[in-house]
């Protein structure tokens, strides 16, 4: 479970997004992540301004997802973007 503190990307990473899929790049680790149509909604989203309960709210309304298998797939999809050194904490 994640702490409560508000998202915010990697200042360091190079983003594009096109036909609405996120593409970022990690200079540091020469590294190249694409994401999916709700990763790219997540990833716009974790600006600084929003915790993890904002984020699913987001999600819930953008999406028609069950609100129980959406919090899961948001908290494994945060941890793969911290374990990858894509967000701040």
Known sequence: MMDSGNIRKNPKL???????????MHPDLGKVLSLNEVGSFIWEMADGSRNREQ??????????VDREQAAGDLDEFLDTLREKDLLED
């Open 14 to 24: 190079i983003t594009r997004i096109t036909d609405g899929e996120a593409v970022i």
């Open 55 to 64: 984020l699913l709210d987001a999600v819930c309304s953008e999406f028609d």
